[in-house]
C-alpha cells in the first residue's frame, strides 16, 4: 500500500463535472445579467457589471426615482381624501345621535310635565268643589 | 443530478489551475471576458469547472450540492471578471469563493446529501477493486473531518498548494494551517488503519 499522502491524491483527483455543466452554468448567468440588466431599466447583458451612477442607468434610476415619488404624492393624496371624508361621516354620525338623545330627552320631559299638571289640576279642582260644599 | 465523473483524458490539473494556452492567451481570454465576451467566460468556465467543482465535491460529499457551489461560484466570478487581474488570480480567487460558498452550504444544509459521492459510479476501470473500496473510504473519512481541516486537506492534496497558499485562500495564519493538516492526517491515518490495515506514512 502506498504512504496516506499518496493515496489522499489518488482519491482526491479532480472530477469532469456532469455533462451540460458549462451551459447550465452560462444560462445561469445569462438569466441574472438579464434581471440585472432589467432592474437597470433594459439594456445588454454587459450593463449588469455597470455602476448605477454611470450613463444611462443613471438617467433610469432619476426617471424610475421620480414616477416613484409621483406615485407616492397621489397616494398620500387619496389617502387623505378618503381619511377627511371618513372623519365627516363620523362627525355627522355623532351628530344625528347627540340630536336623537336631545330629542327623547326632551320628549320625557314633556310627558312628565303633562303627568304633573294633570295632578295639579286634579288638586285644583277638588278644592273649588269643597269650598262650594261648605 | 446523479453523476460525478472521474477526471477526463487530460490528467490532474494542479498548482495554478491552468491548463490550456499560454499566459498571454489565458490573459486575453479573461480580459475579453471582462469586455463581456461570452464565448470568451465560457472558455473560462470550461478551463476551470474541473477544480471548481471537485472542491465541492469533496467536500460536500454530494454531487448535486456540489454543482449548486460551482454554478453559484462562477456567476460570481462573471459578476467580479473586472477585479481580476491575473489568470492566477483568477484561480486563486475561484478557490476562494468555492470555499467560502461550500462552508456557506454546508451551514445552510444539514440533511442527507441528495447525491453521496460513494452512490456516484465512478468510471475507474483501470483502478483494481480494492482501490475503489480504499478510495471510497478515505472520501467518507475526508468529509467526516470538521470543514476547515476538510478544506485544508482537499486544497493540499487535489490542488497540490503549499501551506501558505492554502492560509491565503481560506485567510488563516499558515501555523493554524500546519497543526490542522498535522492533525487531520493524525485522524485519517488512525482511522484509515482500523477500517483497512497499515498505512504507511
Redesign the interface.
Known sequence: MRPLEDELRQALRRREPPPGFTGRVLARVRREADARALENGGGRAQVARRPLWTGWSWFGARVRFGFAAVAAALLLAVALSVWQRHRAEQERRQGEAARAQVMEALRITRAQLNHVRAKVEAATDDGQRERLED | ????????PGG??RGNGVRDGTREERQTTLERAA??D?VA??AI??EH???V??LG??FLHD?GR??EI??EA??RL??N??RIESPEHLVQWLRQVTWRCAIDESRRATNKPSVALEDVPEPAADDPPD?VL??HH??AL?ASLPPRARMM??L???E?LNLAEIAEIMSVPVNTVKSGLARA?GV??NK?TRVV?????
Open positions: 443530478m446523479s453523476v460525478c465523473e472521474i477526471e477526463g490532474t490539473n469586455a463581456g461570452t467566460f465560457e468556465v470550461r469547472q474541473s477544480m467543482f471537485s465535491c469533496y454531487a456540489a454543482e460551482a454554478q462562477f456567476l462573471y459578476q471578471l473586472d482501490d480504499l478510495k478515505l472520501h475526508v486537506v482537499i493540499r492534496f487535489q497540490d492526517l485519517l491515518r484509515l490495515g497499515d498505512i504507511r506514512v
